[in-house]
């Protein structure tokens, strides 16, 4: 019978990803947050050039919120290079993207020493943000309990027992109703005072959502093996006792990422996981059950971020001994699914005096949901291969359209120039009514996976 490491070994030569030698079983333990800061400072130490080492806020508790970032120019954002970012143990108990982030971080590293020319090209060209722990409270309450005693719930929330995907701004009514009334289709209003409704760790990361002009992301999750795609939340009330399917607008584009992952991933894509049926390993979140204030639909609602929540495990808690084999069963699914930030347009508006336009708008004709550009003025925009006619406006411009044919490999740059609006034009694309977000009834909390 082989080894762990020698199955490890196996399984690294059959992908074509493991530059060097497999890592010995006693490398795939539990980070307690004193463990995990080491893990991420070593990494760090050990690729300095490439890598960065910030805190996004602190806990309930007081603990750092560590983002260990890597990039051929850490620390800036460079023109035309797309931001990614993972999140992990956003649920205190559900420990394993956690782990898997953690060894991400360190596989990053040893690989681009290495010379691997996947990953090298994937530091040298993508901005890559991990954070390893959104909820490290949460995770010390549920390692005193240890694997084998966890609850479902113990914890799950925060030190204050919130559950942070139920803490985020709801968005999803005020975007159904602008999609009766022709009303805006991205970077939704926050209430008033949304600060002061949400947790500190949620209002970490909103924070660093706005700091960051982030194009892809995975939040990942235990308690089942899926993944999830928007909306989380209902359209629409059950019917007959049954969720019903809510799509967003790039719905084909977020079955796309969703299968990338399940594919690439050892067994998540045969369906029948932890006494479940998913077919190809993925469901759209209100057609599994219907979930109100989440990070997912947030980060498509409120930025340019498109996000998708991975169920990792039927275990929450998994013993040591199970996570060598769950690292090599999301390895390349974490690789493949980074990579597909490089995929759809890309490019930047400039005015007449080819200065960059930040905030100008990005409409794609047929799909209902517009991007912005970032402060330097360039934009990314996902889609599918096929051709389009995309459209570039600014406040004080004349809209420029042009239009595009998308392959299958990397993102095809289109850049766009604006000339001056004449003097008293009008030029608003879209009414926007109101400031204020809509309040609606607040459903029961559903305590699912997600």
């Known amino acids: 019978m082989l080894s762990c490491s020698s199955l490890l070994w196996s399984g690294a030569l059959l992908l074509g990803l493991w530059a060097q030698q497999a890592w010995a079983a006693d490398d795939f333990q539990h980070h307690g947050y004193e463990e995990m800061v080491r893990a991420l400072f070593s990494v760090q130490s050990q690729c300095p050039y490439i890598t960065r080492i910030y ?111 139920r803490n985020f701004p709801d968005l999803n009514g005020l975007m159904y109703y602008y999609e009766k009334n022709n009303g805006k289709n991205h970077h939704l209003p926050l209430p008033d005072k949304w600060e002061l409704q949400v947790e500190p760790e949620t209002l970490a990361v909103i924070k660093w959502m706005q700091n960051y002009n982030f194009v892809l992301s995975a939040n990942l999750h235990g308690g089942a093996v899926v993944a999830n795609y928007p909306f989380d939340k209902s359209r629409e009330a059950r019917i007959r006792g049954k969720p019903t399917y809510s799509a967003t607008p790039d719905d084909k584009i977020f079955k796309k990422l969703a299968k990338v992952y399940s594919y690439a991933h050892s067994w998540m894509h045969k369906g029948w996981n932890c006494g479940d049926y998913f077919e190809e390993g993925i469901t759209n979140g209100a057609n599994w059950y219907s979930l109100s204030k989440g990070m997912q639909d947030f980060n498509y609602l409120y930025t340019n971020c498109f996000e998708i929540t991975l169920e990792l495990s039927c275990d929450k808690f998994p013993p040591a001994s199970a996570l060598a084999r769950e690292w090599l069963a999301n390895r390349e699914a974490l690789v493949s699914y980074l990579e597909q930030v490089h995929h759809g347009i890309k490019g930047m508006v400039y005015d007449e005096n080819n200065n ?36 570039a406006s600014a406040p004080g411009y004349q809209p420029s359209t042009s239009t595009v044919t998308v392959g299958p490999a990397e993102a095809i740059q289109l850049h766009f120039y604006l000339k001056p609006a004449p003097k008293g034009t009008n030029l608003n694309v879209r009414g926007y009514q109101g400031k204020k977000n809509l309040t609606a009834k607040v459903p029961p909390a559903n305590l699912g996976p997600r």
């Open 356 to 391: 960059p336009v930040s905030n100008a708008e990005i409409s794609v004709a047929g799909v209902n949901h517009d991007i912005t550009t970032g402060a330097d003025g360039d934009y990314f925009r996902l889609l599918l291969p096929g051709t389009y006619a995309v459209t």
């Open 55 to 165: 805190s996004i806020g602190r806990s309930v508790e007081g603990r750092h919120l560590y983002v260990l970032e890597f990039s051929d120019n850490p620390g800036i954002h460079e023109a035309l290079e797309p931001e990614f970012k993972y999140v992990g143990n956003m649920h205190g108990n559900e420990v394993l993207g956690r782990e898997l982030l953690i060894y991400l971080c360190k596989f990053l590293c040893e690989e681009y020493i290495a010379g691997n020319q996947r990953i090298t090209s994937l530091i040298h060209n993508t901005r890559i943000h991990i954070l390893p722990s959104m909820n490290p409270d949460g995770y010390e309450v549920a390692a005193r309990q240890g694997p084998e005693f966890n609850g479902y719930l113990v914890g799950r929330g925060n030190s204050r027992d919130v559950d942070l995907n």
